[in-house]
Antibody
Framework: EVQLVESGGGLVQPGGSLRLSCAAS????????MNWVRQAPGKGLEWVSY????????YYADSVKGRFTISRDNAKNSLYLQMNSLRAEDTAVYYC?????????????WGKGTTVTVSS | DIVMTQSPDSLAVSLGERATINCKSS????????????LAWYQQKPGQPPKLLIY???TRESGVPDRFSGSGSGTDFTLTISSLQAEDVAVYYC??????????FGPGTKVDIK
């Protein structure tokens, strides 16, 4: 079964850091482009970051650029998001999301999400 | 960034009736070289992640019931649920991937049973 399982969320103070992980299984992780997408409480979906299958190409939303770092370890079938200088507006459920093969930008597999709360 | 808008914000439809959701992009998402619209639709039920329904504006994802259909081109798109079922209660999002990887989503349309 194709599966993405996020972990690492929690409560953190403003200015703090957190590292999210996403464990992939059931497919050849190294062949797929991946994303992080977040959803603030009661709000819509916001794309956060993208990484190519090899990890050589990376993009960020302007709202997180310079504070968040996406990475992957294909040997461990894992995707990561290092989040620094966290703000209240970063509070959200963070989803690990796989691009549909041959249709870059369409997410065909989503994890269940991990909740990040930034509050003092 | 390409801004996506949706209408209505919410709608209530009787079981077995048609539900129609509109989506508009701030610029065309039709790529002239392949004549494809870079527009997808997702369904999100409470407490669950989104689920892909449609991409290329009208291509149904594998396993999606055929009561879901997408149409439109350029800047104006529609998701139609031909005969609403109880399990279709959800929020529906449109998404453009013309500017991939900088994808953007619409604000969502909540569908309920009347």
């Amino acid at each position: 079964e194709v599966q993405l399982v996020e972990s690492g969320g929690g409560l953190v103070q403003p200015g703090g850091s957190l590292r999210l992980s996403c464990a992939a299984s059931g497919f050849t992780f190294s062949s797929y482009e991946m994303n992080w997408v977040r959803q603030a409480p009661g709000k819509g979906l916001e794309w956060v970051s993208y990484i190519s299958s090899s990890g050589s190409t990376i993009y960020y939303a302007d709202s997180v650029k310079g504070r968040f770092t996406i990475s992957r370890d294909n040997a461990k079938n894992s995707l990561y998001l290092q989040m620094n200088s966290l703000r209240a507006e970063d509070t959200a459920v963070y989803y690990c999301a796989r691009d549909l093969p041959m249709v870059r930008g369409v997410v065909d597999v989503w994890g269940k999400g991990t909740t990040v709360t930034v509050s003092s | 960034d390409i801004v996506m808008t949706q209408s209505p914000d919410s709608l209530a439809v009787s079981l077995g009736e048609r539900a129609t959701i509109n989506c508009k992009s701030s610029q065309s998402v039709l790529y002239s070289s392949n004549n494809k619209n870079y527009l997808a639709w997702y369904q999100q039920k409470p407490g669950q992640p989104p689920k892909l329904l449609i991409y290329w504006a009208s291509t149904r994802e594998s396993g999606v019931p055929d009561r879901f259909s997408g149409s439109g081109s350029g800047t104006d798109f529609t998701l139609t649920i031909s005969s609403l079922q109880a399990e279709d209660v959800a929020v529906y999002y449109c998404q453009q991937y013309y500017s991939t990887p900088r994808i953007t989503f619409g604000p969502g349309t909540k569908v309920d049973i009347k």
